[in-house]
């Protein structure tokens, strides 16, 4: 795992404000450098569920009683679990929440010397096109004009950051259906948007600046450009993890389809049994590269 920044380098010792951790706590490099798999999702509920089934379906023993327990404990910003070679880590909202989330996990790895580690944004997403909960995997990652960079302000300039999804690590998540499976696994560019409402072309925020037209006339231009879904982490995330020397992939169910509606409305329980999708398919991709590994 590489750092772009030659400061780091020199400094002695490195507090993880938002994670609670520091690399002077007893047990910092053994906790992480065993790492190969770093599981995100937004929301801390979602993490704890793909945790505890990592730890049931990926064979990890554990001692009697034995209880997953949030490494940032000292913190309420985000939750952490290690399941063997699994890290499992919430990262909020948009954005701002998930490229603070991701500095630094990616400094934790590359002070622990943690090597060939791959990383998964398991979510959810509204789809373009498509029947609601279809799985899609992030081909390219595009902002709210449909570029395949993040642009951001730095030192009172706007700097342009490349993205780029692990090609070969998609392909073999494409291939992890089942012919049991109720839904589809296919690939797709996913729209990154700043914003959920109008940022997403939604005619349902507080605000709304455009008629019903735009907006379907947008969802087609970008439907049209290969976009087959909208959220709001994968460009932090193919950049990020593309300037670390990390493999990652974005691999998010829909929980409906936005030429149809703004509004989700599907059942708590149906929304439930979407969100376990892209865990269930990313599972089943670690635990086949985990058999190889042996
Ligand atoms: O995958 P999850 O965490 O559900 O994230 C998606 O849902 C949130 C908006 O509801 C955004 O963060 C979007 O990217
Ligand atoms: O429409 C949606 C659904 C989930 N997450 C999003 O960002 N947008």
Known sequence: ????????????????????????????????????????????????????????????????????????????????????????????????????????????????????????????????GISAGTVVITSVAVDGLLRPFLEVPILGELVKIPSSLSVSQNEKLLKCGDPSDDFQIIPGKTMCSWDFYEGQARLDGARCEFNMEKKQAFLKKAYDDGVRNVEMESLTFATMCCQAGISASVICVTLLNRFETDQITVSEDCLREWAHRPMTVVIRHIRSQLCKRE
């Open 1 to 128: 795992v590489q750092v772009r920044n030659d400061f780091l380098r020199d400094q002695k010792a490195d507090t993880f404000h938002h994670l609670g951790l520091s690399t002077k706590m007893k047990h910092f490099n053994e906790t992480f450098s065993d790492l190969k798999y770093v599981c995100f999702s937004g929301s801390q509920g979602r993490v704890y569920n793909m945790a505890d089934r990592l730890l049931n379906e990926l064979n990890i023993s554990k001692p009697i009683g034995f209880q997953l327990a949030n490494i940032c404990k000292n913190t309420d910003r985000y939750v952490m679990y290690k399941v063997g070679p699994v890290l499992c880590v919430n990262h909020g909202i948009g954005i701002s929440s998930s490229s603070v989330v991701l500095n630094e996990i990616i400094k934790v790895l590359y002070y622990s010397n943690a090597t060939d580690v791959s990383m998964f944004r398991i979510g959810t997403s509204g789809g373009i």
